[in-house]
């Protein structure tokens, strides 16, 4: 089924001016452009990324005539500059990431969302003995990788709080076992993370949470307002010269998101690789109920969710000018209004 230019018109008219971005060619050929799709995402078994796993193996990508290659790196910002450097066709990474790419005078988009909150914790071990924000100064804090949403996270909290992210070292610790052990051996003094890490170790006793943005009421409390997460984001260019293929790649994340909305902890730990669940399934399926509400129902981007996390990154970004950044140019709802469209019971 192709789209006509009536319906972009639509399309855009419903969901903002986000949904201004151009995708041309659209309407002439729903063949998709390019078949073999190179993903790169940071932390492909975190909870945050859910729906990009459950797509490959649900077979969505496949059903929409991909071929999904997924490069899983260590963060976001190692994910990020893959595709910035052309090794990578799209990133499944931070929203924010489109917003810090245009202030380099580089133009990504994000054209389906994953997360509509961030679902990132920070944690002080509980050998640090926490009791207020000045405690961090001086300390190690584990996050996936510097420059990643979960560093952003800390600098964010740290800045409210009247300190710098350079009172504070950041070590990139991954996602995954690695970080779990880099926090009980003492590698690190603090953790922000994502689950099924951080469930793994409020479990064990071993960190108290500081920053909590699993849910929507957290994630407001934090932020001010809606802060759209994990998602999918290309180049301008790839768009514009892709717009079928990235059509496909909306419409198979969607059906993810709508997917895991309809099915139990233990579906979704079923479907989901074993390595996942880290040894611990009932831990896993924890996580999965403290960060449901976190993931997309729909692959939409909420129409304030761009203001706020601009407003974020301009909180604690130094010699950030946020009234150079033109929003329309990083997100897009036309996509996923599509998806939503092709297949309203995912």
């Given at each position: 089924?192709?789209?006509?230019?009536r319906?972009?018109?639509?399309?855009?008219?419903?969901?903002?001016?986000?949904?201004?971005?151009?995708?041309?060619?659209?309407?002439?050929?729903?063949?998709?452009?390019?078949?073999?799709?190179?993903?790169?995402?940071?932390?492909?078994?975190?909870?945050?990324?859910?729906?990009?796993?459950?797509?490959?193996?649900?077979?969505?990508?496949?059903?929409?005539?991909?071929?999904?290659?997924?490069?899983?790196?260590?963060?976001?910002?190692?994910?990020?500059?893959?595709?910035?450097?052309?090794?990578?066709?799209?990133?499944?990474?931070?929203?924010?990431?489109?917003?810090?790419?245009?202030?380099?005078?580089?133009?990504?988009?994000?054209?389906?969302?994953?997360?509509?909150?961030?679902?990132?914790?920070?944690?002080?071990?509980?050998?640090?003995?926490?009791?207020?924000?000045?405690?961090?100064?001086?300390?190690?804090?584990?996050?996936?990788?510097?420059?990643?949403?979960?560093?952003?996270?800390?600098?964010?909290?740290?800045?409210?709080?009247?300190?710098?992210?350079?009172?504070v070292?950041?070590?990139?610790?991954?996602?995954?076992?690695?970080?779990?052990?880099?926090?009980?051996?003492?590698?690190?003094?603090?953790?922000?993370?994502?689950?099924?890490?951080?469930?793994?170790?409020?479990?064990?006793?071993?960190?108290?949470?500081?920053?909590?943005?699993r849910?929507l009421?957290?994630?407001?409390?934090?932020?001010?307002?809606?802060?759209?997460?994990?998602?999918?984001?290309?180049?301008?260019?790839?768009l514009?010269?892709?717009?079928?293929?990235?059509?496909?790649?909306?419409?198979?994340?969607?059906?993810?998101?709508?997917?895991?909305?309809?099915?139990?902890?233990?579906?979704?730990?079923?479907?989901?690789?074993?390595?996942?669940?880290?040894?611990?399934?009932?831990?896993?399926?924890?996580?999965?109920?403290?960060?449901?509400?976190?993931?997309?129902?729909?692959?939409?981007?909420?129409?304030?969710?761009?203001?706020?996390?601009?407003?974020?990154?301009?909180?604690?970004?130094?010699?950030?000018?946020?009234?150079?950044?033109?929003?329309s140019?990083?997100?897009?709802?036309?996509?996923?209004?599509?998806?939503?469209?092709?297949?309203p019971?995912?």
């Open positions: 089924m192709s789209v006509t230019r319906d972009l018109f639509k399309i855009a008219g419903a969901a903002g001016v986000g949904a201004m971005i151009s995708v041309p060619g659209l309407a002439r050929a729903a063949k998709l452009e390019k078949t073999g799709v190179h993903i790169a995402v940071g932390g492909k078994a975190l909870v945050y990324y859910l729906p990009l796993t459950i797509a490959e193996q649900l077979g969505y990508f496949k059903s929409e005539g991909l071929d999904a290659k997924i490069s899983d790196f260590a963060g976001g910002s190692k994910a990020l500059e893959a595709v910035v450097g052309g090794s990578a066709d799209v990133c499944s990474g931070a929203f924010e990431h489109t917003i810090l790419l245009q202030a380099k005078q580089q133009f990504f988009s994000t054209f389906v969302l994953q997360g509509r909150a961030p679902m990132i914790v920070f944690c002080a071990s509980k050998k640090m003995g926490y009791k207020s924000p000045a405690d961090f100064k001086g300390k190690k804090i584990g996050v996936t990788a510097p420059g990643s949403s979960t560093s952003m996270l800390v600098s964010f909290f740290l800045a409210k709080h009247g300190l710098k992210s350079s009172d070292s950041f070590i990139g610790v991954g996602a995954g076992a690695g970080a779990i052990s880099a926090l009980r051996n003492g590698q690190i003094d603090a953790i922000c993370n994502v689950d099924p890490v951080i469930s793994t170790l409020e479990t064990s006793g071993d960190v108290e949470v500081v920053v909590d943005t849910t009421k957290d994630t407001h409390e934090v932020f001010g307002g809606n802060m759209p997460a994990g998602c999918l984001y290309a180049s301008l260019d790839f514009k010269a892709n717009p079928n293929t990235a059509q496909a790649l909306a419409n198979a994340i969607v059906r993810a998101d709508k997917w895991i909305q309809k099915a139990s902890v233990d579906e979704i730990a079923k479907t989901v690789p074993a390595a996942y669940l880290l040894g611990q399934p009932d831990v896993y399926k924890a996580s999965l109920k403290k960060s449901m509400e976190g993931l997309s129902p729909d692959g939409l981007v909420p129409p304030d969710g761009p203001k706020t996390s601009l407003a974020a990154q301009a909180a604690y970004l130094p010699h950030f000018d946020a009234s150079k950044i033109d929003l140019k990083i997100w897009t709802n036309a996509y996923a209004e599509r998806a939503n469209q092709k297949y019971n995912g």
